[in-house]
């Protein structure tokens, strides 16, 4: 499985972003499909995720009710949109897939640069 994470850029405070992930080499339906950021300095964090079944996402508790993760499995793609951006989301956000009986995330995207600028 490959993932191509991209959409990354700079924004201003207050603004919204969209990110995408595209996936090939496997079943793209059959994953869970997840976000990831890591901050300059800090450790990588879950951002949220979305089921490969029923299409049910869920949130870091920091980011529910910004973030929103959908998916559209005819495009082997899933999204990040990303509103009401502060300073404090800027970094490097990835995309990752695993299996629904898969305790971890097995494959990884490379990463999109987000940079929010007050």
């Known amino acids: 499985v490959q993932l191509q994470a991209f959409g990354g850029g700079s924004v201003q405070a207050g603004g919204s972003l969209r990110l995408s992930c595209a996936v090939s080499?496997?079943?793209?339906?059959?994953?869970?499909m997840g976000w990831f950021r890591q901050a300059p300095g800090k450790e990588r964090e879950f951002v949220g995720q979305?089921?490969?079944?029923?299409?049910?996402?869920s949130y870091s508790t920091s980011m529910k009710g910004r973030f929103t993760v959908s998916r559209d499995d005819a495009k082997n793609t899933v999204y990040l949109q990303m509103n009401s951006l502060n300073p404090e989301d800027t970094a490097v956000y990835y995309c990752a897939a695993r299996l629904p009986t898969s305790a971890r995330w097995d494959y990884w995207g490379q990463g999109t640069l987000v940079t929010v600028s007050s």
């Open positions: 080499g496997r079943t793209f339906g059959g994953y869970f």
């Open positions: 979305i089921t490969s079944n029923d299409g049910k996402a």
